[in-house]
Structures are given as structure tokens and as C-alpha cells.
């Protein structure tokens, strides 16, 4: 039929596109960058430009089609090279990219177990919407009975029984909607960020991103949520931007890149839709689609043909439209119709739409290195926002500020070498790809880049990466300086410092004072960076508040020293009696405590005055000062026993795929709601069970209450004695078989063998993993030795002096020496143990 002329566009023919295609990959060889994927270009970008709209972009050069100079621009981000396409789009050709760096707290990091329970949200809300319709038909049949009048035989039975199925679907509905909230806790009430790859096109990256596959569902579901998010933050804005838009149109140019969408049909067939993604303007997009009467989730997984009939044309209602060009001339011939009619009214979409029937838009379609891509777009959204005056929320303000801090190690060339001095012992710094741990370390992509920094002996669990990429959080903003020089007189007032290599990149990037005028403001600003930093890695994200105080005025001048051993042999030492071992210990379990299901360490809440009001006031640092101490001043409820088991549940909880059960296989409760019977909070996955004075676990969750009776904040400042020598610092002559306490007194020898029958298996296991690392280190010594000689054999090279093989000789020989006495000392250990 002939279609109704008028100003919304008609998408180009099919012959069109594949000429701009060609004039793409033409000019994208002229420029030496990688073009997107051919498809790309045809299904998501040529079927979202006007009829006349290519032929502007395209002309013929020696025979080839390629882009006019004026329609294109190329762009230099860093060693990076970007080609952009200057051109029109159809307004309602553009789909709102969730990832925007202002709604980055609602997105949790991704995994495939969120994923899972994405599925089981859906079915929940599913459950939760049949119960309502269940309980509101139930309702509508008690209502009739009631009115019907009691002229009715077994009028009175009827009317019980319609009441009583309105009772048992309230009921169905209660439970299906604490299903629905407990789903919704256990994914921390967020949704978890899409992964966004770059598209492969003949096996090699391209200039264009693909999503994992995932069913339609989970898509639909997703994009309303990320589209929500959006809404929500927007309604900050002083104005109303979709009545802008209908007043003045879009004024500047929003950038754009393609994206693949991989949507898996019930039937399970699998749908591969191009569509281009709002990498700036994000809500722009959004608004334009409301204006049009567009969702975005239609876009992205199929239009039901329903919501765009042609004139005399049959509703089918399980007809999807999959291609976009078929959904944006419906649109244009449906607006274009109302506009030619008689009487059209001012709120229909083909008058609101009238000045953004084609929006000025830069795509990108072109780049040098398709692995960066994403991350080159991310911070240029971050510098758009910033300069703008809209309000960022405090958490995504300070986790742009992060992305901008890791952005300038990777200009400066320092980020890789700040990580290889943080993990000496790592499996191999050298082997780390730059992008994929500026990835990691933003929360963009799995943590699995940061292998490299694992000992080999370490297994990488997830818990193991995590606590490897907040180490290296830390390492990156409170970066440590080189030592003081001793005896170096210090001449005049001014204190001249070498800062070394990484602070003055962190002072850059975050805009801080000088050195030495660093106070406590500065401390806390830096501390809440780190504190939002650390957040984006956990699914249950609690108060960046939390962490106020735990970094100080030395921590952000001199750097914060980290302990370089792992969680599980900082683990083992504590639990072999070392109390330092211990308190590190505690200081890696802090980001685990705060962001929990139930946080055990929250901001300084409450009274100063009395708890009778607002409850007791606890601060940050008094949470984990009383923790530390727990250790060395042993309060009655926490036991040796107690805080090991404790600190083994808290480290392993962020990775718990399902939730806690009692001993006895009950469904356990929160510690502060023992007196509640209803209300109560849902048991979900992450959650830890409290356990007793030996270490057990008890029907009763870990929550605050638990926490601060057990850990009270008057721990620090008791007057019970102090454990301060260390077992390993004996008299050598062997008599002094007790332990010297603070006041001078000795302890319970019987208590004493207590302690070390406890802790000798533990120390052990540290002995064990100290000579393991030793004979790993000898082994590697031989192959490096046997090496040497047989390329000095092959190279015909003059053997070393007589000097340096005595030296070297020597040396190996004093090791040697040193390794037989410690055999003396372990077979006299091993004698002891048939007499202990």
C-alpha cells in the first residue's frame, strides 16, 4: 500500500544498507581501525536511518563506496582511535543502554548464581500477580454472596465458604509475596549487571558489544528494570525532560555504538537482534521512546504486532516483529496517518513527537582496539556527567571518581607495576591484561583478570579474587610512600618528601591538596572512595558510612601497609595463637561485615546520650577495635573457638549459593528476633549462623544484636589481662613454661596446655606450609641453576669467577646447614608427640 507522506522518516531499503556497510569497512581500512560486524551495520544502524538520510553518508571514490569526509570524524582517546559516523537517526531507533554510569548502585556484580535467581524473581512476581488475581476474584465472590441475601437455601454455608476461600488466597498471597521479598534480598534487592563483551566477526573482536545469551524473560525483565532505574534517578532533574524534548527537540549530539542482543525463545530457538545502544544520553533515549509510546523492552527482544497495526490488518497476538526496520516504518506510517487525519489531539504521539522525528546522533563504527572500547565509552560517560549539572547520587559519584583514579594509573603506565609491588608473591604480574583488570577492578567484568596476583599455592576461589581485588583497592588509593631517609637533617621549616611514583597520580586524579597539608578531611573523602570501590564487589551492598574512620591521616600520607599473606594462612596463624595474624585477619574480614544480608558493622546510628531512644551508638572503628581485642583480652562469649569459626563463616559467606540451615535442619531466625512471630526477615542465601562458645553452629543468624553482645563495645577499655607473649619467644633453657600476662603475673599452667594443645595442629600446618614454600623454592633454585649451565654449554661462554662461585657456594652452603637443624628440631618434635 502506499504509505501516508509526512515528516517521521521511512527506514531505507535493504540495497541502501549494504552500501553503507561497504562504505563503513572501506573507510574503516582507510583509517586503520576494526569495523564493527557487517550485520551490525546492516540490521542495527542502517535500519535506524531515514530513506534519504544514507545517501548523504555514502559516496564512490575510485571505484569504492565510502563515507563523505564531513560525515565522519576520528577520534584520538589516549593510544586508542575511534571512527564516528555523524548522522540522523529515527527517534525512536535508539534503545537507552542500562549500564549508565549514574544508576551503577542499582547493579550488583555478575554471576551465573544472581543470574539463577533472576529466574526464580520472576517466577515470583509471576506467583505474586496470579495470587492477587486469585484473592480479588475470591473477593468478588464473597461480595455477590453477601449481597445475594439469606432467601437462599444454605445461603449461610455458601457465604461461609466464599469466605473462606478468600481467607486460604490472602494466605497464598502472603506466602507468595515473602518468596518474592526473600528472592529479592537474597540478589541484595538489585539486579545484576549485565556482562558486555566486545562482538566477534570471523573469530577476531570488533568494534561492537554482544550480550550473553539469555532468555526472553530475563531479558524483558532486566531492560524494565535498568530503564526504571533511570526514570528514577532522572527525577532529580530541576526539569521535565520529555516536555523539553516535545518544546525544543534534542539540541546536541548523543554518542551511540551497536549491540547485539541473544534472546532465547521458549521454543529454544535463539534470536540475534542489533540494535543501537545510548552510550550518552542515555535518558534522552528513554524520554524519546515514552514520548513515542515505545517500550524499550520491546525493542531489544520483539514487538508484539499488536502495539503497530497497518490499516486492515489482523491482530495476531504471538506475532513478534524482529527487525527493526519493519517496527520503525509502523511507527512512522501510524504517526504520519493521525498527522494527515482531521482532528488530531495535542497528547498523541505524532504531535508530542513532531521535533524528534530524527535525532542529530554520532555511532560509533569504528576503533583500534575493540577490547578497550567499552571502557574508553564508560569514562567518557563519566566526564560527560560530571561536567553536567545534574546531581549525582554520593555512591555514584564516588565510583566514577574511582573509575577516573584507575583510568590515570593506566595512562601513566603504573597500574600493572602498582599491582606487581602489591603481590610480590603473585603467579606472575607480567601476565595480567590491562583492560580486563581495569574491568575487574570497576566491577565491569569478572574477576578471574586478576588471577596473576594468586600465590601458585592458592586456589582462586572467588572468595580468594575478591579479597585480591580489594587488596588491590587499597593499594591503588592509599599507595605507600618510599621510606623516610634516617639521619638525614632536616634544615628551615618546610619538610621537603619523596612521594614516589603513585601518590602524585592519586593527589591528579582526585584533586588533592599538597602533602603536607593532607588532614582528616582528606582521610575521609579518601576513605568513602575506598568504601565505594570495595561495595560494587559484593551483591548485598550496605552503608559506605560504614568504613568511616577505619583509614586515617598517616593511612592517606604514608600509605596503608597490607599484610602480604593470604586470608587462609593469616587464618591458620590465628588459629595456631597469633594474635597479629589475627588482628590482619580482621582488617581483610571488615568489607565482609559490612556488606552482608545481616551487616554486622554499620554506621555510627544512634544516641550519644542512651540507648533508650535510638539505640546504642557504635561507631565504625569501636566495632572493629572490639574485635581485635576479642582475641587477646577474651571476653566470656567469645571464646578461641568462637572467633575462628566466626572468621571461617565470614569469610566464605559472599559466595553462598544457598541459604542457612539449623543443626537440626530447621529454618533458622535473626539473633534480634527471638521475641518476633511475625515480621521477621527472610533467611537468604549469604547469611551466617551464629556459633556457640566451641565454635558450632546454632539455629540463630549473625545480625548486629549478635554482634554487639558478643563483641560489647567496652572490650577495648576492660581491665582484664593481656596475652602479649609470643609462644614462639620461649626461654631458651626450657623452664619457663608459662605465659607472662601484662600485670606480671603468670597463667593457669593447666590453661596454658589447654591453649597449646588447641593451637599445636594449627602450627603445624604453618610449619608444614613453610617448608612446602622452601622446597618449592629449592626446586625452582635447581632448574634455574641447570639452565644456566646448559646455555653456557651451548653459548660456549667462559665459566664465572672463582669469587662469586665461593660466594654463591657459601651462602647455599649456610642454608643447607640451616634446613638440616631444623630436621634435628622436627624429629625432636616428633618424639615429644609420644610424650605429650
Known amino acids: 500500500m502506499k504509505r501516508p507522506e509526512g515528516i517521521f522518516p521511512y527506514i531505507g531499503t535493504t540495497a541502501y544498507a549494504e552500501r553503507l556497510a561497504d562504505a563503513v569497512e572501506n573507510t574503516c581500512a582507510q583509517e586503520g581501525v576494526i569495523a564493527p560486524p557487517r550485520e551490525a551495520v546492516i540490521e542495527g544502524l542502517a535500519s535506524a536511518l531515514g530513506d534519504t538520510e544514507i545517501k548523504k553518508l555514502v559516496e564512490t571514490r575510485s571505484g569504492k563506496r565510502v563515507l563523505a569526509p564531513s560525515s565522519y570524524r576520528v577520534v584520538q582517546a589516549g593510544d586508542e582511535k575511534v571512527l564516528l559516523l555523524i ?25 551465573a548464581e544472581a543470574f539463577r535467581r533472576v529466574t526464580e524473581l520472576i517466577a515470583a512476581e509471576s506467583a505474586v500477580t496470579q495470587a492477587e488475581k486469585d484473592l480479588k476474584y475470591a473477593e468478588m465472590q464473597r461480595d455477590a454472596r453477601r449481597r445475594a441475601g439469606s432467601d437462599e437455601p444454605h445461603a449461610a454455608a455458601a457465604l461461609a465458604a466464599a469466605d473462606d476461600q478468600r481467607k486460604e488466597a490472602a494466605k497464598v498471597l502472603t506466602e507468595a509475596q515473602y518468596q518474592r521479598d526473600r528472592v529479592l534480598s537474597s540478589l541484595g534487592n538489585r539486579r545484576p549487571r549485565p556482562v558486555i563483551r566486545p562482538a566477534e566477526h570471523d573469530g577476531q573482536a570488533s568494534a561492537a558489544f554482544a550480550l550473553a545469551p539469555q532468555p526472553q524473560d530475563v531479558a524483558v525483565h532486566l531492560q524494565r528494570y535498568g530503564s526504571e532505574q533511570l526514570r528514577r534517578f532522572g527525577r532529580r532533574r530541576g526539569y521535565d525532560l520529555e516536555e523539553s524534548l516535545v518544546a525544543s527537540g534534542q539540541l546536541s549530539r548523543g554518542m551511540c555504538a551497536l549491540q547485539q542482543w541473544q534472546i532465547q525463545r521458549p521454543g529454544g530457538e535463539t534470536d540475534r537482534l542489533w540494535r543501537m545502544v545510548a552510550v550518552t544520553a542515555n535518558n534522552r533515549a528513554l524520554a524519546r521512546l515514552s514520548i513515542y509510546g515505545v517500550r524499550a523492552e520491546d525493542l531489544v527482544t520483539g514487538m508484539p504486532q499488536s502495539q503497530w497495526l497497518l490499516p486492515n490488518e489482523t491482530t495476531d497476538s504471538g506475532l513478534l516483529l524482529l527487525s527493526q526496520r519493519e517496527v520503525l516504518n509502523r511507527i512512522s506510517q501510524t504517526l504520519n496517518a493521525a498527522r494527515s487525519g482531521d482532528e488530531v489531539s495535542p497528547d498523541h504521539a505524532a504531535q508530542r513527537a513532531a521535533k524528534i522525528t530524527t535525532v542529530p546522533a554520532e555511532v560509533v ?4 582496539n575493540p577490547a578497550g572500547l567499552e571502557h574508553v565509552l564508560r569514562a567518557l560517560n563519566v566526564d560527560d556527567h560530571l561536567r553536567g549539572v545534574q546531581p549525582y547520587e554520593e555512591d555514584a559519584r564516588l565510583i566514577a571518581l574511582w573509575a577516573i583514579l584507575v583510568d590515570a594509573y593506566a595512562t601513566e603506565e603504573k597500574l600493572l607495576a602498582a599491582l606487581g609491588d602489591t603481590f610480590p608473591s603473585g603467579r606472575g604480574a ?25 600465590p601458585l599455592e592458592e586456589t582462586p576461589t572467588a572468595a580468594a579474587l575478591r579479597d585480591v581485588a580489594i587488596r588491590a583497592t587499597t593499594a591503588l588509593i592509599f599507595p605507600m610512600l618510599p621510606p623516610e631517609p634516617e639521619g638525614k637533617a632536616q634544615s628551615g621549616r618546610r619538610k621537603w618528601r619523596d612521594t614516589g611514583e603513585y601518590w602524585p597520580i592519586v593527589r591528579a586524579a582526585l584533586q588533592e591538596p599538597a602533602w603536607s597539608q593532607i588532614r582528616r578531611k582528606d582521610a575521609d573523602a579518601r576513605t568513602k572512595l575506598w568504601s565505594a570501590a570495595v561495595a560494587q564487589l559484593y551483591l548485598h551492598r550496605g552503608n559506605i558510612l560504614s568504613a568511616n574512620g577505619l583509614f586515617g591521616v598517616s593511612d592517606v600520607k604514608e600509605g596503608f601497609q597490607q599484610d602480604p599473606r593470604s586470608i587462609q594462612e593469616l587464618l591458620l596463624e590465628a588459629k595456631a595463637g597469633d594474635a597479629t595474624a589475627w588482628s590482619m585477619l ?22 550519644e546520650a542512651g540507648h533508650k531512644r535510638k539505640g546504642v551508638r557504635r561507631t565504625p572503628t569501636s566495632a572493629v577495635a572490639a574485635l581485635k581485642t576479642a582475641f587477646t583480652r577474651k571476653p566470656p562469649r567469645a571464646t578461641r573457638e568462637l572467633l575462628i569459626a566466626f572468621a571461617k563463616a565470614m569469610i566464605a559467606h559472599p559466595d553462598a549459593t544457598d541459604a542457612p540451615r539449623g543443626p537440626d535442619g530447621a529454618m533458622p531466625i535473626c539473633y534480634g528476633e527471638q521475641n518476633i512471630t511475625a515480621g521477621r526477615s527472610p533467611i537468604v542465601p549469604g547469611m551466617v549462623l551464629a556459633p556457640d562458645t566451641d565454635g558450632n553452629p546454632t539455629g540463630l543468624v549473625m545480625d548486629k544484636a549478635w554482634f ?28 619457663d613454661t608459662t605465659r607472662r600476662t601484662n600485670d606480671g603475673a603468670s597463667s593457669d599452667p593447666r590453661a596454658l596446655l589447654d591453649d597449646l594443645r588447641r593451637e599445636l595442629s594449627a602450627r603445624i600446618e604453618v610449619a608444614a606450609g613453610i617448608y612446602e614454600r622452601a622446597v618449592q623454592g629449592a626446586e625452582e633454585l635447581l632448574g634455574d641453576f641447570d639452565t644456566a649451565h646448559l646455555l653456557r654449554i651451548q653459548l660456549e661462554e667462559e665459566p664465572l669467577s672463582a669469587d662469586q662461585r665461593i660466594e654463591w ?18 624429629q625432636h618434635a616428633e618424639t615429644l608427640i609420644l610424650q605429650l
Open 430 to 454: 607480567d601476565r595480567l591484561d590491562e583492560n580486563a583488570v581495569q574491568a575487574a577492578l570497576t566491577a565491569n567484568g569478572p574477576l578471574e583478570a586478576l588471577i596473576p596476583l594468586l
Open 708 to 735: 554487639d553482645d558478643t563483641f560489647p563495645p567496652d572490650i577495648a577499655s576492660s581491665d582484664e589481662p593481656i596475652d602479649v607473649t609470643d609462644d614462639d619467644e620461649a626461654d631458651s633453657s626450657g623452664s
Open 87 to 111: 548522522c540522523d537517526v529515527h527517534g525512536a531507533g535508539v534503545v537507552p543502554w542500562d549500564l549508565n554510569d549514574r544508576t551503577v548502585g542499582a547493579w550488583t556484580p555478575p554471576s
Open 809 to 826: 657456594m657459601e651462602r647455599l652452603a649456610k642454608v643447607r646447614d640451616a634446613a638440616q637443624a631444623s630436621v634435628t628440631a622436627l
Open 586 to 607: 580482621v582488617d581483610r574480614m571488615v568489607p565482609n561485615l559490612i556488606h552482608a544480608p545481616e551487616p554486622l558493622i554499620t554506621p555510627g546510628q544512634g544516641s
Open 365 to 368: 563504527v569504528g576503533c583500534s
